[in-house]
């Protein structure tokens, strides 16, 4: 039975080529290249209730008519979304993969007993695919906006103030901490907006909006470059539509 199969070497996702500006996931009985030596195929569950396979390669595959290599996050470009939801799963498999060989507490080489379990056969212990949680917020005052240019972010746009997940803190305390860590501003009326899995690596962003309640924006130097409030009309180049976070400045562009 034919099945999608998803390649990666490194980030770059294998695509089939069927014209100039038309890419589809390679399909078939077999795999369309074979698997770097020692990489084993991974058998992957979707939400939707399909099976992929994934495997990891040991050098890109050379440009062709046939074939073509892209970046993850490129893919969102030319994939339907639900392939590159898929292509995103099959990336972090592979990663915990190859970031999951030995046992961390005793170094022995682990074995997979399950698509997302492996096992130490010495003492036992047992690694998932991890999930680093993060939150993002969209903070609004008036009618205005807070936008932010962290010193990661590749090009000139403005994004929201984001940030990961501490030990023993709800999402909420995170939201309130990471927007005064970050800005020196306090919020309220923090509200749940949505989440996002977000395969780079491991991640998942939780959406919330809030409301500013005080301060002076003073922002952290080694986290952010600008950050100032923003109206509908005079906004700044704004995240990719990949994003949760244009999806929360766009639900606000269109709700106030």
Not at 68 to 81: E, K, N, Q, V
Not at 214 to 238: M, V
Request: net charge negative; proline share 7%; hydrophobic share 35%.
């Amino acid at each position: 039975m034919n099945t999608q199969w998803f390649a990666f070497y490194k980030d770059q996702l294998l695509l089939s080529r069927n014209g100039q500006h038309e890419y589809t996931i390679p399909q078939g009985v077999e795999p369309p290249i074979q698997p770097g030596q020692g990489e084993k195929i991974h058998d992957i569950d979707l939400p939707d209730g399909r099976i992929i396979k994934a495997f990891a390669l040991q050098q890109p595959v050379a440009e062709s008519e046939a074939w073509s290599m892209t970046g993850l996050r490129a893919s969102y470009d030319c994939l339907p979304f639900a392939d590159y939801r898929a292509a995103g799963k099959a990336f972090q498999i592979l990663h915990w993969d190859k970031h999951s060989r030995y046992c961390p507490v005793c170094g022995t080489p682990m074995v997979q007993h399950t698509p997302i379990m492996k096992k130490c056969p010495v003492c036992g212990n047992e690694m998932y695919p991890p999930v680093s949680t993060a939150i993002i917020v969209l903070i609004r005052k008036g009618d205005e906006i807070l936008l932010v240019h962290a010193r990661n972010f590749r090009g000139t746009f403005h994004g929201l103030v984001a940030g990961f997940l501490e030990t023993g803190e709800t999402l909420e305390e995170c939201v309130e901490r990471e927007v005064m860590e970050e800005t020196g501003l306090s919020v309220k009326n923090i509200r749940y907006f949505g989440s996002q899995p977000w395969p780079y690596p491991s991640g998942l962003m939780v959406g919330f909006t809030a409301d500013y309640a005080g301060g002076e924006i003073k922002l952290q130097d080694e986290e952010l470059t600008a950050g100032a409030f923003y109206s509908k009309e005079n906004l700044p180049e704004i995240p990719r539509k990949l994003s949760i976070a244009r999806k929360l400045i766009d639900w606000w562009i269109e709700n106030g």
